[in-house]
């Protein structure tokens, strides 16, 4: 049974990440990012929750009359 040449494999993994590396730089490279972000101003707004206008009670079971 023949064995398996592995010489050549460091070259093939070392050269795949170099590849790879040069392939997301340019991916990279080519987005627009924004240096100066601005924060824009937001409104915050009261909501009427129907149950703020009205008072209600809890009853707990051990707080009822026998």
Known sequence: MPQLDTSTWLTMILSMF???FIIFQLKISKHN???NPELTPTKMSKQNTPWETKWTKIYLPLS???
Do not use: G, N, T
């Open 33 to 35: 990012f924004h240096y």
């Open 18 to 20: 170099l590849v790879l």
């Open 64 to 66: 009822l009359p026998l």
